[in-house]
């Protein structure tokens, strides 16, 4: 049987828009505009089932998914997006296993996706020069039990990469053609780098520098997803989207010709 | 050091549009249209650099990635492209070591994807009903070495799935609504759904019957991607793109109010 | 010379985001949150010159577009964009000197649109049985100047258009498939009708009757705008864009294949 | 009664993908895939009714739209499609009597529309600096009876534009940057440009230039067009799309501030 224990990272959902991820302590109290929760009253109880607030409403017991999880995290800077997250892997084939570098750890968001998708035999080394953001970022998942497997190495990816026979090198910086050549090093022959940018000016100036580098098969495209709307009647795109978050360069590592 | 051996999977590409996946066998010869290559002559050497063909045309020698793999699977019906993949993966959170069941194995393109990010410790079931579906898919993953962790059943799952605290149940058929109870039983309390349909129809009847069977958090989204060409001066999208594929509505168990 | 008189139609804009449209006259003032214009100022000015405000910020005068005094109007309802209006003009072939007839009339977006585009040689009769709706929309464009060319009709076009020998019926209401015959009764053979709808299953009914009244070469398409913001050295799409406005589907009037 | 006559332009439709624009002229022969059509037995029938060919297969007599036209028109270049046109329609103001200047005309697929909208009491000029094209797109528009309102002008406007006084320039050449300044000169103040452009690198140019001549209100957008496919229990998007044609970039002319 699955039930909520103490200490048990549990997702409070009111069947509508309100979640919230706490962990369990006896004696803590989940504040809502809908009443308050005791925390005490969730332990024991079935995984899915409800309890109900002060004021009577219902919330669901759930277990936090990554993506659950990943959107508590602090964000002082933009995030790649599980739209854009989910091809990078694809495309970059990031697995089970592999060895993955990280260029600009931002507030953690892809850093756990990574870590998450490496799984237990995997690795991620992820590079953030400022040092407030680094500590930000393993905080946010650290708190929350993620990124056993991951190094937080507060350096500049510009100025090199330390590991050699890397899977992918995932970049996320303003100026990702500076640290295109450093990728090349640390990446195994056939390695992939995956770099996100919202302009195009960035994808051109990348695109150009990944070429004269030694990077083969580049591709770029941009991910956009349209959230429909469906009850027993109307079913209907909805009316906003997020339109633009950034686009997504992938190439792989050949030996140069000269060398080859 | 990364050297092509005998019996290595190899990806052969000619820097613009060719690609074919070999295993690479002593005696041997990959023909194209530029000429053929002696598969002995990629033996010993480095990944990544190139080898050329009876007319001259320089091929890369490549590790292929999952995706390339795949893609060089008999698809006798329409298979969810890495697009839709990605984002099932984050948006129904199926992770290493997870528990998964596939209805629809079709071409065996997402069981595949499937198989390789639930990882070694994870576990695929995988329900189809037409004998000469699933023996293809079979020998799809098979032929690259994929698929150790899947289960292949040849059952229709409309009748029943047979495993209980799945993770995460995904759902490719023509009337997924048939599956929705048996997807429910089959799941752990708070393990998700994921079920993709080229049509809004289905997608109605898909939320209708997932609201009743008692799953929460219903979203349904669709996944647009934009390929974008770049050379030194010119950065434009792609003048065309495959418009849809289909959408994909996922959900989460919830034990039903009067249950709960 | 071009040069702003009393009683001219102004678009004062301050270079930004800030747009009021305002009939010029002596004695009154446009207020802002960036000070106050006195009216007198812009008379005898250049049109495309600027106007100071009573703090000292500067607002160019401008000749209003179309666009510029339709989004002036109140809407209580939902109207058709731009976006879509634009298409519908090229695809039902709505031209100066064309006769239409509008279902729908809501707050008049479209209303002045379709006015507009048949000129002073065109003739659009449209319909709304809400009186409220009718007389704001009237308002809405007689206090613009517009819509000289316009009979407004208070009736309820599903129990009957008027009219005879038109050249497009454009039908922006809830339940378009009732009004589809009379539609085609109104309808010049080869005239074309053009729906809006928000939703797939308007689509879907409106498609099926459609067919069955006598309408041929059906064709259903969405418009999506993405704006692109470009500075010196950084051009991209917007973070945010409106994702879904209605469907449109247009047709056109043949003999039933009993009668031809 | 609307009956087909000798030297009608009349649209042959098989009620599937087959269309074709012919003057019908006693003596001549439509010739298909599905049989030929003789011509003279069109004479006499209804518009909107169906004529049978050699082989029994009926087609639908339309009166062709301005769409239909244009799509005969022979294409050497890239043309600006209905989408792009219907909002450059809007978003630039062109309406009825207006004075257009079009740059770079092309196949002459613009022009058609551009003289169609602004009608008898309007006037397109536009400008062409080769020959062979020039001609082509005469001949394409004078073939189907449209232009008369068209002045066609072997120049090359990035030396210059002879018209003043002008509503609106919409150009369509590969360095719209060049033509600006003499857009500048020829337009009313609070005229508008409109042009239009493949890549992002033009859009770019193209805005920085703008500025520095004195047009304000630069917006730059990008149309995208999706079908969707309906049957009676089955309505979906269309698997493909036309993904790019163009960016459009829209301004209006200011008076320059050290003028003002």
Partial sequence: LHVIR?????????????????????????ETDLGYIDMQAAIGKEVGSTVS??????????????TDLIFTFRRPTQVIYPKDAGLILLEADIRPG??????????????????????????????????EFLLAAKRNLSRHGLGSNVEFKLKDATRGIDERDVDVVVIDIADPWNVLRHAWEALKPSGRFASFSPTYNQVEKTCIEASKVGFIMLHTFEVLVRDIISDETRTRPASRMIAHTGFVTVGRKAVPPEES
Same sequence: chains 1, 2, 3, 4.
Avoid at 18 to 30: A, I, N, P, S
Avoid at 53 to 66: D, E
């Fill in 6 to 30: 103490e200490n048990d990272l549990v997702l409070f959902y009111d069947g509508k828009r309100r979640k919230y991820v706490r962990t369990v302590r006896v004696g803590d109290r989940l």
């Fill in 53 to 66: 607030t002060s004021k009577g409403v219902r919330f669901y017991l759930l277990k936090p998914t990554l």
């Fill in 98 to 131: 592999m060895k993955v570098v990280e260029v600009g750890t931002g507030s953690g968001f892809l850093t756990a996706i990574l870590s998450e998708y490496v799984g237990p035999e995997g690795r991620v080394y992820t590079y953030e020069y400022r040092r």
